[in-house]
């Protein structure tokens, strides 16, 4: 199993950003998946859940309205794509194949004006 996730960077409150993450080693189009972030001295927490079809998405509380997930299963990618940024927001974004434990390495999301 590998995911990586790519689209991190350094940007102002307000902006946006687009997250991937390139799925392979397992049958993605059957998997749901995930997004977690882990903010600087903080636990790992959910920020999205997008189930097998893609029918169904989850939020946390904290982003609900302002981030989307989603994914394209014929390439074997979900997205995440992250709009009026807070600096709240900052953290390492991890993709995650929700029903196992199988993490990509992270994508560093820096909010700071």
């Known amino acids: 199993v590998q995911l990586v996730e790519s689209g991190g960077g350094l940007v102002q409150p307000g902006q946006s950003l687009r997250l991937s993450c390139s799925a392979s080693?397992?049958?993605?189009?059957?998997?749901?998946m995930s997004w977690y972030r882990q903010a600087p001295g903080k636990e790992r927490e959910l920020v999205a859940l997008i189930t097998s079809g893609g029918g169904t998405t989850e939020y946390a509380d904290s982003v609900k309205g302002r981030f989307t997930i989603s994914r394209d299963n014929a390439n074997n990618t979900v997205y995440l794509q992250m709009n009026s940024l807070k600096s709240e927001d900052t953290g390492v974004y991890f993709c995650?194949?929700?029903?196992?434990?199988?993490w990509g390495l992270g994508t560093q999301v820096t909010i700071s004006s």
């Open positions: 080693g397992f049958t993605f189009s059957s998997a749901a």
């Open positions: 995650k194949w929700w029903a196992h434990d199988a």
